[in-house]
Antibody
């Protein structure tokens, strides 16, 4: 069974930093790129970042570019999202997600999410 | 950035009806369009990918169509468990972008 388990969400002050983790199991981790998607309370879905299978390719949404860094440790089946200079508008549930076995099946599998709250 | 616009924002339907949800892209995304269903407190679920292909285990009452910049999701006969928010996603170009969602409600 495919599982994605996020952790690291917390209450942090504006300007602070946080590192989220996404631990994967139930599939060959090195075959799949991983994404982060977030959802502010009561709002819609927003794609945040992507990392390729080997970790060499990354993409970011404009609102987080320069502040967030995505990385992965393929020896530990884990993807990280390093978040710096956090703002109130970064408050959201953060999900990690992967495609299905077919390339077009974007975000076929999701974790349960981890809540990041940015507030003083 | 490609802007995805969904309409309507809210759709009130009766059980058994066949609602149609729309998603428009600000430029062509070819067929790189997916639909997701999200229920309260849950992660989204992939319904349709490549504009018209049902994902694994998705009931046949869900169908997607369109290409280029205009897409639709149709539910042929609404069931109570279909009440949710539906999102479209374009994955033809970076950054990936979602529509703002359409909420299905019982009339």
């Amino acid at each position: 069974e495919v599982r994605l388990l996020e952790s690291g969400g917390d209450l942090v002050q504006p300007g602070g930093s946080l590192r989220l983790s996404c631990v994967a199991s139930g599939f060959t981790f090195t075959r799949f790129p991983i994404h982060w998607v977030r959802q502010a309370p009561g709002k819609g879905l927003e794609w945040v970042s992507h990392i390729s299978e080997d970790g060499r390719g990354t993409y970011y949404a404009d609102p987080v570019k320069g502040r967030f860094t995505i990385s992965r440790d393929n020896s530990k089946d884990t993807v990280f999202l390093h978040m710096n200079s956090l703002r109130a508008e970064d408050t959201a549930v953060y999900y990690c997600a992967k495609r299905g076995d077919i390339v077009g099946q974007k975000f076929n599998d999701w974790g349960q999410g981890t809540l990041v709250t940015v507030s003083s | 950035e490609i802007v995805m616009t969904q309409s309507p924002a809210t759709l009130s339907v009766s059980p058994g009806e066949g609602p149609t949800l729309s998603c428009r892209a600000s430029q062509s995304v070819s067929n790189k369009l997916a639909w997701y269903q999200q229920k309260p407190g849950q992660a989204p679920r992939l319904l349709i990918y490549d504009a018209s292909t049902r994902s694994t285990g998705i009931p046949a009452r869900f169908s997607g169509s369109g290409s280029g910049a205009e897409f639709t999701l149709t539910i042929s006969s609404l069931q109570s468990e279909d009440l949710a928010v539906y999102y479209c996603l374009q994955y033809n170009a970076w950054p990936l972008t979602f529509g703002q969602g359409t909420r299905l409600e019982i009339k």
